[in-house]
């Protein structure tokens, strides 16, 4: 993989963990708006799997509204502990639905092996939107100085902790997570800002899946 390569992998990588964090940061403080758009987001993994194991597009039909309703709850209450696993997380939650639902049912899932990491059918949705994003986590990161950049991808893109970036930076732990905080604050009001500016009506436009049961 090229040096340019590289830097475009990281760049979308990095740029989809902000928007998973901000998203769930987010619902956690009770915004109705990230609710709805965490639905659109995920909703379509979790059909995917559901139809999948069940091969049953009523049941799959049935089940995914509950999953939801329940991933929605728990990122109310704050039990996600780790967002890059947010897909995980929620993936998690439709299998554990699942196997609720053939145990009182009496019966077995069909056995199919199927990759815990869907594809984000999501995206497929509005390809151009999704690429606008990326680009806007990349200016946003642009602004940052050289140290914390580097903070922001080791934790995002390689998933280490501060002890190890701390020992790679030549930094102490406690500054890590520090400028690690400070960094991302930056970066998501950066987007935020960006976005209500060029977007003011956008949340007009949000589609209203039909969750409302049980929340």
């Known amino acids: 993989m090229s040096c340019e390569n590289s830097k475009e992998a ?9 928007e998973n964090e901000r998203l769930v940061l ?22 995917a799997m559901l139809l999948a194991r069940t091969r049953d597009p009523e049941l799959a039909a049935d089940l995914q509204q509950d999953v939801m309703i329940e991933a ?15 897909s995980s997380f929620v993936l998690g939650i439709a299998r554990n639905l699942l196997n609720n639902h053939f145990q ?10 199927f990759p815990d990491e869907l594809p984000d059918l999501a995206n497929a949705i509005d390809s151009v939107a999704v690429r606008q994003e990326q680009d806007l986590a990349k200016r946003a990161i642009s602004t940052l100085e050289p140290v914390d950049q580097s903070i ?33 604050r930056k970066v998501v009001n950066f987007i935020s800002g960006v976005s209500h500016n060029t977007s003011p009506e956008c949340h007009k436009t949000i589609p209203q899946p039909t969750i409302e049961k049980g929340l």
Not at 10 to 18: C, N, T, Y
Not at 72 to 86: F, P
Not at 104 to 113: G, I, N, Q, T
Not at 155 to 184: C, F, H, M, W, Y
């Open 104 to 113: 009182s049912a009496a019966c077995r899932p069909v056995s199919l092996e």
């Open 72 to 86: 929605i709850c728990a990122l109310r209450r704050g039990q996600l502990r780790e967002v890059a696993k947010l």
């Open 10 to 18: 990281a760049g979308v990588a990095i740029g989809k963990a902000l």
């Open 152 to 184: 922001l991808q080791l934790t995002l893109v390689e998933g280490l902790k501060p002890g190890v970036i701390a020992k790679r930076l030549n930094l102490s732990p406690d500054v890590v997570r520090q400028r690690k905080v400070r960094a991302t």
């Open 26 to 47: 987010a619902i956690a403080s009770g915004d109705k708006e990230a609710e709805q758009t965490f639905v659109l987001k995920y909703l379509p993994q979790v059909r």
